[in-house]
């Protein structure tokens, strides 16, 4: 075979060798810009959700505002680690009060927060080891948006042995042991609930009935809730039956003094009758 020969087929196979690999190099390089245009897609295409988690350290029945917590974006897995598969919205409303006590840096769901109108609202408002408690109480006294939930009051009853004022028309026709007094000081109010008074339930309300309700001036009476002791829930429900029950915002320099008769009455002594062998004591009628 000639030099000649040789030479050109070495030049053919030299020459596919070089395609060969010309073609496996582009091969590989528009494989790998493939992949990075692939990952660049995928990556653009992961999912993330909206989560919120407490800036600091929440305790139960904290009112909580949008301040307190902040928002944090998780990939797809890490949420869903959490149990979420969708953005939260946490709703929050004026006075919301956190359920249990969240620790700083916790994530938080609507759960866990309780609006006032929602039920169990005011189990976050009363205290460990208070009972609430719903006062009905006269509305002669009371000053619109005076008293308002959170606020500590003291609760005064005007008595009297011989009459049930807790009756709405009740009279005092016998001035003889007739005191006001303060039987509860600091108690926290945690809500207020007002309503017209019922016509009929008024009328039904006379002569010596015992009413759950106290009597009322105008056209309302209010319903207060209150937090007590549990020592003193029943002293609380035989004055309710029994007395006409006012409240006034407490006095952190003092407490409302007791009043006799004889405090608004000058020199009262009554006048005495004697009958045989009974002494009675009689009194001006008191509408």
Do not use: C
């Amino acid at each position: 075979m000639s030099s000649r020969l040789i030479f050109i087929f070495s030049f053919i196979f030299v020459a596919f060798g070089l395609f060969a690999i010309m073609q496996n190099v582009n091969a590989r390089a528009e494989t790998n810009a493939k992949k990075q245009v692939q990952a660049q897609v995928e990556e653009k295409k992961e999912i993330k959700f909206v989560l919120w988690r407490s800036k600091s350290e929440l305790s139960r029945g904290e009112v909580v505002t949008n301040n307190k917590l902040e928002r944090a974006v998780l990939p797809e897995l890490e949420a869903n680690a959490l149990g979420v598969n969708s953005d939260i919205n946490i709703s929050l409303v004026e006075d919301s009060r956190a359920n249990h006590n969240i620790p700083a840096g916790e994530y938080v769901f609507p759960e866990m927060f309780t609006s006032p109108e929602q039920a169990g609202y005011l189990d976050l408002l009363a205290s460990e080891g208070k009972i609430l408690y719903p006062l009905p109480i006269s509305t002669m006294n009371l000053i619109n948006n005076y008293i308002r939930p959170g606020d500590m009051v003291d609760i005064i009853s005007v008595s009297s042995p011989l009459t049930n004022l807790a009756d709405t028309g009740a009279r005092i026709t016998q001035f003889q042991g007739v005191k006001a007094r303060t039987i509860k000081r600091g108690v926290k109010v945690l809500a207020f609930e007002q309503k017209p008074v019922d016509p009929n339930e008024q009328q039904n309300q006379s002569g010596n009935t015992i009413s759950p309700r106290v009597s009322a001036s105008g056209n309302s009476k209010t319903t207060v809730v209150i937090e007590v002791e549990p020592e003193f829930v029943s002293r609380l429900s035989l004055a309710q039956r029994t007395m006409h029950l006012e409240i006034y915002r407490s006095q952190i320099t003092g407490e409302i003094p007791p009043a006799n008769m004889s405090d608004v009455i000058e020199n009262y002594q009554g006048i005495r009758e004697l009958r045989g062998a009974e002494t009675q004591t009689t009194n001006v009628e008191v509408y």
